[in-house]
């Protein structure tokens, strides 16, 4: 089995408050600690990120409803937040929630016989959450690397991912125990 790192979302608009911008720090830290764990294994890695269009098209309900977007391609917003060291990995473009939604994911996992993901990222509740549900729909395995997941609220993102672990057997592991789960 073949396993891929997937971080999820690390971009400066998603640190500009809330629970997030205490976070930053440590959530960079161990990202970067997952990254060299992926090194050392020669484990493929994909770069997650949410772009969309200014005009509006690629949206989603809330934000039409708002009548306001965000993450706009090429903002700043939109960046990789500081110190993020994610060498030449691999960047998948989103618009929703899930990695996987719209995107072509799923088809390059499999095209280099990936059958096993570790997610990262933010936010736990929401984008790392989803891509995991989806992960699971398309018979990808997933373990999350624990140290290295965000959330605007911290408690629903530990019970999104809690509930995910039990009904999917999908486990949040630490950096060392993520090393036994990629042998």
């Known amino acids: 089995m073949e396993t891929a790192v997937v971080i999820i979302d690390m971009q400066c608009g998603y640190f500009e408050n809330g629970d997030l911008t205490e976070q930053r720090d440590q959530l960079v830290s161990a990202n970067n600690d997952l ?27 809330s934000m ?7 993450m706009f391609a090429g903002s700043e917003q939109a ?9 030449d990995a691999h960047t998948v473009t989103k618009i929703r929630d899930s990695a996987f939604h719209g995107t072509d994911l799923a088809q390059r996992l499999r095209l280099h016989g990936i059958t096993r993901l ?9 984008c790392v959450a989803r891509t995991g549900a ?5 018979d990808f395995r ?11 609220d911290p408690q629903r993102g530990r019970e999104a991912l809690d509930l995910l672990g039990e009904e999917q057997r999908q ?8 090393r036994d789960w990629i042998r």
């Open 79 to 87: 960046a990789l937040v500081p110190g993020l060291d994610v060498g």
């Open 134 to 138: 989806d992960a699971f729909a398309l």
């Open 142 to 152: 997933v373990a999350y690397a624990r140290d290295a997941i965000g959330s605007t």
């Open 35 to 61: 990254l060299r764990l992926a090194c050392e294994h020669d484990l493929p890695v994909y770069v997650v990120v949410t772009e969309h269009a200014r005009n509006g098209t690629t949206w989603t309900l």
């Open 64 to 70: 039409l409803d708002d009548g306001q977007g965000y």
């Open 118 to 126: 570790v997610l990262a990222g933010v936010s736990g509740q929401n």
């Open 171 to 178: 486990p949040q592991l630490g950096l060392e125990e993520l």
